[in-house]
């Protein structure tokens, strides 16, 4: 696997862990879907994906360097909602909105992506930890 693409499928793995982590801390049961969706995309899939790159036998030692990778998107992702929400009051989850403050709106953006940097770095050393992955098929 090219080393880009490995640092992608890790940027990937700790997003998942930071949607586990804020939907079922945060909004749990909120939104319209019926509960076994909401189970399926915020529970069942991030947990697959962290088993999955885990036990991947081809899985590359993704190197520090590109930790900051786990950045660009959720940076862009928080400058469209933030403005969406400062301009017609549209943010995806309630600790967004803009009414609730500008120190409660910075605590939780900062929050999350340090929660994202700490997942990514989970993620970087998991890829490290050669234990636990599965038997290369002979």
């Known amino acids: 696997m090219p080393p880009p693409v490995a640092a992608v499928w890790g940027v990937g793995v700790a997003c998942l862990v930071v949607v586990a982590v804020v939907y079922n801390g945060l909004v749990p049961g909120t939104g319209s879907a019926p509960p076994w969706v909401s ?3 915020h529970l069942v899939f991030p947990v697959l994906v962290v088993v999955d790159f885990a036990t991947d036998h081809d899985r590359p030692v ?4 590109r930790l ?5 998107y959720p940076l862009l992702w928080g400058a469209v909602v933030l403005t969406r929400g ?14 609730r403050g500008l120190t409660s709106l ?4 900062v929050g999350i992506l340090a929660l994202l940097l700490l997942a990514a ?12 992955r599965s038997r290369r098929p002979s």
């Open 106 to 109: 910075a605590l939780h953006v």
């Open 39 to 41: 189970a399926v995309l």
């Open 62 to 65: 993704l190197p520090w360097s």
């Open 68 to 72: 900051w990778w786990v950045l660009p």
């Open 121 to 132: 770095t989970g993620v970087w050393g998991l890829s490290r930890a050669r234990g636990i």
């Open 86 to 99: 400062a301009t017609d009051g549209w943010v995806p989850y309630g600790f967004l909105l803009p009414e």
